[in-house]
Structures are given as structure tokens and as C-alpha cells.
């Protein structure tokens, strides 16, 4: 398996706010009502959260506000997978295929893409994201918040198109330790 390099700081920031949160809730997922809200408001703009439908299916839930801008359009009520070429979804499907079959069907499950998404200028953009898992206190469901990042700047009055190409991608089991990859650099 290929080493992970995350890219953005904002990545490990979010990572452990999640991770903090779930050892201080004393659970190995944490509810929604685990994560601090004043935490959470710096990655608000930039999240998604949403649910895996019983097809696999990833239904958007919440499109942050930052993502609502650059995409001009807000994707809340859509499937993620209607965003995508047909041969991304099919890839992004095989990589769920690949995990659950190592990990058991419908384990809760941790995962960092890094991708592009092309701008409606023709630039294309490098993005990177991080999904991780949250229990909905109103039906105990197990749901996912994802923090999606360009990790470029859009020209003025540019827009992105709202399908995405995922390069690479880590799957991974959040209820065990924290990825070294995914943790803060070390200061020794």
C-alpha cells in the first residue's frame, strides 16, 4: 500500500478535532453532540455530511457554504455519485467493494481522498478530503462528515464543475488508533 502524504494542515486540524472528540466522549465513534460546535465552525464552510443508503449510495445531507460558492450551486439533496463520470463512480464503488470485503459489510469506516475537479475555465484543481464517521443522536445512525479542501485558488468569477475525479484514495478503520499519516508532524 502507498504511503499517504495529506497535503493540508487542515486535514490533520480536522482529524484531530474528530479524534479528540471521540476520546473525550469515551466512545469509539462520536455522536454528533460529541463535536464541539466551536471547533467545528472553522471546517463548517468546507463540510459535507451525509449518509451511505442501502444501495452504497452517498446521499449529501449538508453542502458547506465555502463548497456552495465555489461549485455555484448548492448540492444538498443530491448524490455524490451524480457528481462523478462513470468511470469515477465505478472506481469510487470498488474501493468501498475492496474495504468491505476486508473489513465486514457496513463497518463503520475513515476516508481520505486526494483528487481533482476541474474549474469551468478549464483549470484544473487538486483537492483533498477526509470523511469520518458520526453516530446521529436522533436515530443512531452511523453518518459521515467529510472536509473537502481545494488546495487552490479559483480565478476571479470561475466556478468549479460539480464532478470530481478521485486520484488517491486511503480507506481506513477509525475506531482503532490513529493513522501515523494522519497524525500532526512530530516537533523532535
Known amino acids: 500500500m502507498s504511503s499517504v502524504v495529506v497535503k493540508s494542515e487542515a486535514m490533520i486540524a480536522f482529524a484531530s478535532l474528530w479524534y479528540t472528540a471521540r476520546a473525550d466522549a469515551g466512545r469509539s465513534i462520536p455522536s454528533k453532540s460529541d463535536l464541539p460546535l466551536r471547533g467545528l465552525a472553522t471546517f463548517m464552510p468546507n463540510l459535507l455530511l451525509h449518509r451511505m443508503d442501502e444501495d452504497g449510495r452517498a446521499f449529501c445531507l449538508l453542502f458547506g457554504t465555502a463548497l456552495t460558492d465555489a461549485f455555484g450551486q448548492n448540492l444538498t439533496g443530491t448524490y455524490l455519485e451524480e457528481s462523478m463520470a462513470?468511470?469515477?463512480?465505478?472506481?469510487?464503488?470498488?474501493?468501498?467493494?475492496?474495504?468491505?470485503?476486508?473489513?465486514?459489510?457496513?463497518?463503520?469506516?475513515?476516508?481520505?481522498?486526494?483528487?481533482?475537479?476541474?474549474?469551468?475555465?478549464?483549470?484544473?484543481?487538486?483537492?483533498?478530503?477526509?470523511?469520518?464517521?458520526?453516530?446521529?443522536?436522533?436515530?443512531?445512525?452511523?453518518?459521515?462528515?467529510?472536509?473537502?479542501?481545494?488546495?487552490?485558488?479559483?480565478?476571479?468569477?470561475?466556478?468549479?464543475?460539480?464532478?470530481?475525479?478521485?486520484?488517491?484514495?486511503?480507506?481506513?478503520?477509525?475506531?482503532?488508533?490513529?493513522?501515523?499519516?494522519?497524525?500532526?508532524?512530530?516537533?523532535?
Not at 487538486?126 to 459521515?144: C, H, K, Q, V
Request: glycine share 8%.
Open 86 to 188: 462513470t468511470v469515477d463512480a465505478e472506481a469510487r464503488r470498488r474501493t468501498f467493494e475492496a474495504f468491505f470485503r476486508e473489513h465486514g459489510e457496513g463497518v463503520p469506516f475513515g476516508r481520505w481522498v486526494s483528487g481533482t475537479l476541474n474549474s469551468r475555465t478549464g483549470d484544473v484543481i487538486e483537492f483533498e478530503s477526509l470523511a469520518l464517521p458520526y453516530i446521529e443522536p436522533s436515530d443512531g445512525s452511523t453518518r459521515l462528515m467529510v472536509h473537502v479542501l481545494p488546495l487552490a485558488k479559483l480565478s476571479y468569477g470561475d466556478r468549479l464543475i460539480p464532478q470530481f475525479t478521485e486520484k488517491a484514495v486511503r480507506m481506513f478503520l477509525p475506531e482503532g488508533p490513529r493513522p501515523d499519516w494522519l497524525s500532526p508532524p512530530s516537533s523532535t
